[in-house]
């Protein structure tokens, strides 16, 4: 049976652009309150607030930190200031981790590319984009705040089976977070609690933008897709929304395409 998500909370890791921002803003419509954290330079500070304005006014609490969420300090400092704002009204009702900081360098040196991926670079994008999600929900535990009917999503992609030339850490961090998904979600079930990861179609975000071959790869993405267009942020917070309302943990572990069946669709044949 689906319930209500007014006056619970969401945390957002990744929450200033892209696919956390439009899950932040879905669930603000939801009546869930906002603690978000992001990793910004203090020229995007005018954005951010623009950001929190705009949730604060469908009428829920936001509260964001400027800091690295793949950092254990931030963790330490930022878990009892969550138990403060969530304690009395039952916890993190929904994680979101949508981390996309990583490396994009290739594994090898080739035309245009003099260097190659680092021990350092490679560690740092697992550590980020998959790792960081193990030690949230640890630490989050811990402190009883994922209670029986939390919800934990991770951002993943289709870089797990497919390769860019760019993406091979990418693809790495991603293989790692499904992986990750499927653990959490089994040594959870006992406590109520669903983890699934959500696979996004391609999506112009900040992140999308940063990839050297992004240009070529949307355009074939988008002649490709079925439904005749990209995957919109928008369209995941739906699936957010939409999963979060149940109590029950039983979908869980899995790796949920919202992708319109862009992955699907045999190349070409749908433009």
């Not at 829920?60 to 930190?65: I, L, R």
């Not at 074939?220 to 990209?230: C, D």
Request: proline share 3%.
């Amino acid at each position: 049976m689906l319930k209500s998500l007014e006056g619970s909370w969401c945390l957002v890791l990744g929450v200033s652009s892209g696919i956390g921002r439009a899950i932040a803003l879905g669930l603000a419509e939801e009546g869930v309150h906002v603690a978000g954290v992001h990793f910004d330079t203090a020229s995007r500070a005018g954005e951010v607030e623009e950001l929190v304005a705009q949730i604060r006014g469908k009428g829920v609490e936001a509260h964001f930190f400027n800091a690295n969420a793949s950092s254990r300090a931030t963790r330490q400092e930022l878990v009892p200031r969550l138990a403060e704002l969530t304690g009395s009204t039952g916890g993190v009702r929904i994680l979101v981790h949508s981390l996309a900081f990583g490396s994009l360098v290739p594994f090898l040196p080739r035309a245009g590319w003099d260097k190659q991926l680092t021990a350092r670079q490679l560690e740092m994008t697992l550590d980020v984009m998959a790792h960081s999600l193990v030690y949230w929900t640890q630490d989050l535990l811990a402190a009883g705040l994922l209670r029986d009917g939390s919800k934990v999503y991770a951002m993943t992609s289709a870089g797990t089976s497919q390769a860019l030339p760019s993406y091979g850490a990418v693809s790495a961090a991603k293989s790692a977070l499904e992986t990750h998904v499927r653990q959490l979600a089994c040594e959870l079930a006992p406590r109520g609690v669903a983890v699934n990861a959500l696979r996004a179609g391609t999506t112009v975000t900040p992140a999308l933008q940063r990839i050297p071959e992004h240009a070529g790869y949307v355009e074939r993405a988008a002649e490709n897709n079925p439904h005749g267009r990209l995957t919109r942020p928008e369209d995941v917070a739906d699936a957010v929304a939409l999963l979060s309302r149940t109590g029950s943990s039983w979908l869980t572990g899995n790796t949920i395409g919202v992708d319109g069946a862009e992955l699907h669709a045999a190349a070409g044949a749908w433009g």
